[in-house]
């Protein structure tokens, strides 16, 4: 490199320095670049109150605790699949959210819908 250029010592020193940073930079990037990030809940609108405000925002749901209109709320869910998973919970315990694959009604197209929107609190 001295053979172009009129470096000293210490600069070759420092541009050296400066060039192994920026490379963990590029290397860091790169990295973070490519791992797999956690899938975020999809956003959709919810209607709160008698004005039928509009909100936009993630929801997640306990399937053992929400209502009955809550779970109506859900994507592919209606009255019907809602009373379902009522009616289910009254004599057993979702422990994990794919539990409501117990549920009938609810195939695995529709759990993956779900997913995002359903928590199970363990207590």
């Known amino acids: 490199m001295n ?3 009129d470096f000293s010592p210490k600069q070759l020193q420092v541009l050296g320095i400066i060039s192994s940073l920026l490379l963990l ?3 860091f990037e790169f990295i973070q670049a490519y791992a797999i990030p956690s899938k975020p809940s999809p956003k ?3 209607f709160v ?3 039928e405000q509009k909100i936009v925002g993630t929801f997640q ?3 053992n605790l929400a209502p009955v209109d809550s779970l ?3 994507p592919g869910v209606g009255k019907i699949i809602a009373d379902r998973i009522d009616d289910y919970r009254q004599t057993n315990r979702f422990n ?3 539990d409501i694959t117990n549920v009938k009604g609810i ?3 529709l759990y993956e819908r779900l997913k995002p929107y359903l928590k199970v609190d363990t207590y």
Do not use: C, R, T, W
């Open 3 to 5: 053979k172009f250029f």
């Open 107 to 109: 195939g695995p197209k």
């Open 96 to 98: 994990n959210v794919i």
């Open 72 to 74: 109506e709320l859900l």
């Open 25 to 27: 930079i590029a290397i």
């Open 61 to 63: 749901l306990d399937p």
């Open 49 to 51: 109150g008698e004005q």
């Open 44 to 46: 959709f609108q919810v």
